[in-house]
């Protein structure tokens, strides 16, 4: 017989461990988080690369209902990260209802019973409601090369660094100058021998603000915490700032492009590497990158930059664009995610048996970025259209949990066993939602993550973080059909109109 529970999460990074407080707080201790990892902290647990660093501020990287005064650094490290996401499921008492080194592998809605039935790798659950939250951004991406398989020395994802490894010495090839690509080259760059990074797009990067928060500041922050509020929101403020120049009109986000510009031209003499290093495309239609020292590592006398693509993978190489082989011990892949394709949609059968990833057809949507027509009962943390490209994903998060909540509130108040969003309201909000991205930065004409298999903006949110928790901040049931707990054949009534 399955374990039957109230609430099923999927998922033990922010947003699966912040659900789990939220219910706590609520007095609602039936869930049971289901987590594939051997900890709590979803990407900031599987990404452990040398130099691996949250381009938030840490000043916004945390629950509002758990704020951590004392960072030692304005843009927090991983290691931190971890160790505060470690904390608060400690501190709220969730982990008795962890369950690690559990991995989803198949649910499905029973609508006999209304009920999600779960198989897991270790045993079988059934829930009333599903919360998935397994991270937009968990899904390692290796691209298929040709002759890969051939290569004998050693090949990593950044997200699955090998540390049993040693680098010293050694010729390695990153692929990708992506967000991972700028942390890892410059954190390795002096500890290898040769170091050539294979380039497909310039990224446009900015310098990199960070600096030490020193221990008077945090001490101050402990013993005022309307002072970090205060901050917190002048810092949430000013990154909001951003976003007319990446929704309305690019032109804004001038000053931005000549930072970079002259970060570039800081640090890079050559003006032929120069060129191969500008980008062809608006700022901000992919992420806008921070570092100060990415343009410094690539100009060190060990390292090659190619620009010409990758021909093949040999044994002992790989050969570039322009026929150039390049002898390699080790392959670093630097090469990000998949967000668009996420592996759990493959995995979620809805009310006629078809996957989500069925349903959407390589274009996903939802509405509010949390739950999706012909789905009852599934709320999706992080999904699609709730990406942000100027500030902490964990306000878009929190958002949708207070909208979790307020529809099992709404639930037991009407006595309701589930809800199923009207296909109307998602077709109109989505709709709504490309209208809006057309003129976006994001849709200026690069290739980038934010674009699925159809070349459709199924990622980024486009519009002000306080717009998106407006919206979320009540669960309106006429935008759902709610059903009683005896289960009707056709036709089937619905509690709400």
């Known amino acids: 017989m399955p374990a039957d529970t109230d609430v099923a999460i999927v ?58 005064s004392d960072w030692t650094t304005a843009y927090p490290m991983r290691d931190q990260i971890h160790d505060y996401l470690r904390d608060c499921a400690e501190r709220f008492g969730v982990l008795p209802q962890t369950r690690f080194k559990t991995e989803m ?5 029973d609508e006999d019973r ?10 079988t659950h059934s829930a009333r409601v599903l ?7 968990s899904e390692p991406c290796v691209p298929e090369l040709p002759g890969l398989e051939r290569f004998a020395g050693t090949t990593f994802h950044t997200a699955g660094w090998n540390h049993d490894h040693d680098l010293t010495g050694e010729r390695v090839a990153v692929f990708g100058t992506g967000a991972s690509a700028i942390q890892v080259v410059p954190s390795i760059v002096d500890r290898v021998g040769r170091l050539t990074v294979f380039q497909r797009t310039p990224p446009w990067v900015i310098p990199h603000l960070d600096h ?11 013993r005022m915490p309307a002072l970090q509020r205060l901050v917190r929101g002048t810092v ?48 901000g239609c992919k992420r806008i990158l921070l570092s100060s020292d990415w343009y410094r ?24 664009g322009d026929g150039v082989e390049h002898e390699l011990d080790t392959i670093v892949f630097a090469t990000g995610f998949a967000p668009s394709d996420p592996p759990i949609a493959r995995r979620l059968r809805g009310r006629d048996g078809g996957t989500l990833s069925e349903v959407w057809n390589g274009s996903p949507q939802a509405y509010l970025g949390s739950t999706v027509a012909g789905f009852p ?18 306000y878009i998060l929190e958002s949708q949990m207070n909208y979790a909540m307020s529809a099992l509130e709404a639930m037991d108040e009407s006595g309701a066993a589930a809800f199923e969003l009207r296909p109307a309201v998602q077709r109109a909000f989505n709709e709504e939602l490309q209208d809006r991205l057309e003129s976006s930065v994001w849709n200026s004409g690069c290739s980038s993550w934010y674009l699925d298999a159809n070349g459709r903006n199924s990622i980024q949110w486009p519009g002000f973080t306080y717009e998106f928790r407006r919206r979320t901040r009540r669960f309106d049931a006429a935008d759902y059909r709610l059903f009683p707990r005896t289960p009707v054949r056709d036709p089937v009534p619905a509690l709400s109109a």
């Open 11 to 68: 998922g033990a990074g922010f947003g699966g461990l912040g659900m789990a407080i939220r219910l706590k707080q609520a007095g609602r201790d039936d869930f049971v988080v289901l987590e594939r990892a051997a900890d709590v902290g979803g990407t900031w647990w599987a990404n452990t690369y040398p130099g691996c660093q949250c381009d938030i501020p840490s000043n916004l990287y945390s629950f509002s209902f758990a704020r951590k």
């Open 105 to 109: 592998l198949d649910a499905a809605w």
């Open 114 to 123: 209304r009920r999600w039935m779960i198989e897991t790798s270790r045993g």
């Open 131 to 137: 919360v998935a939250a397994p991270g937009m951004l």
């Open 212 to 222: 030490p928060v020193g221990p008077r500041l945090r001490d101050l922050y402990s």
């Open 236 to 283: 949430w403020g000013l990154h909001e700032l951003v976003v007319p120049g990446m929704t309305r009109n690019a032109r804004l986000l001038k000053g931005h492009e000549l930072l970079a510009r002259a970060n570039m031209r800081r640090h890079v003499r050559d003006r032929e590497l120069r060129r191969r290093l500008t980008p062809d495309y608006s700022i």
């Open 297 to 320: 590592a690539l100009g060190a006398p060990n390292v090659d930059l190619i620009t010409s693509g990758i021909r093949e993978v040999r044994e002992g190489s790989v050969v570039d």
């Open 377 to 394: 009962n599934l709320f999706l943390l992080y999904g699609p259209n709730t990406n942000l490209g100027h500030s902490s994903i964990v």
